[in-house]
Structure formats: C-alpha cells, structure tokens
Nanobody, 116 residues
Framework: QVQLVESGGGLVQPGGSLRLSCTAS????????MGWYRQAPGKERELVAV???????NYADSVKGRFTAYRDNAKNTVYLQMASLKPEDTAVYYC??????????WGQGTQVTVSS
C-alpha cells in the first residue's frame, strides 16, 4: 500500500508565497513522475506541475514563472514552491505519484486560499 501525505496549504495574501510538500510512504522502490493538480470550486481538476524522476518539469501556462516543482527522491517527497500567488490560484491542491507497475496514487488534498 502506498500513501501520499500533503502539507503546507493555508491562507495567504495575494502576492504571497507558500510551499506545499507531499511525501509518499509504503512499499516503494522507485517513483516515476510526481506532480500536482488542483481543483477550484465548480471547475475540473487541472494539472499544475509534473516532475520526472530525473527532474524534468512541465508546468501549466497559468503558473509558469511563479511556481517551481522539485523533489527529493531519497525522501520520496515532491514540493511545490508557489510565489506571486493570485486569487485565481485558490483551490484544493492534490499531489500524485506514478509508481512503476502499480499505477498512480493520490494525496488527500490541501486547501490553498489566496485572499486579502
């Protein structure tokens, strides 16, 4: 069984920063891609950032230049550093991990609210 636990969400003012963390635990020998999705009220879940095992990244156009994804493979942890936050970044953020031969696993979600 694989579990993903997220942390770091909260309330922040526009222009502020937050860092999300997500750690995978369980019987894991390796993880392919890890990443973040988000879902705002009334909207579909959308990809925010993905990072491969070797560190290649891809971002949604809406967050390029503001968000940075990175990972620590030794800790099975992925991070999302968010800067210059906007109200439209408000959403529940979900991390995921693609485990070889076992598929994708998801975290429980963490709320990020950007408001003054």
């Amino acid at each position: 069984q694989v579990q993903l636990v997220e942390s770091g969400g909260g309330l922040v003012q526009p222009g502020g920063s937050l860092r999300l963390s997500c750690t995978a635990s369980g019987s894991i020998f390796s993880i392919n891609a890890m990443g973040w999705y988000r879902q705002a009220p009334g909207k579909e879940r959308e990809l925010v950032a993905v990072i491969t095992e070797v560190g290649s990244t891809n971002y949604a156009d809406s967050v390029k230049g503001r968000f940075t994804a990175y990972r620590d493979n030794a800790k099975n942890t992925v991070y999302l550093q968010m800067a210059s936050l906007k109200p439209e970044d408000t959403a529940v953020y979900y991390c995921y991990a693609d485990v070889p031969y076992r598929g994708a696993y998801w975290g429980q979600g963490t709320q990020v609210t950007v408001s003054s």
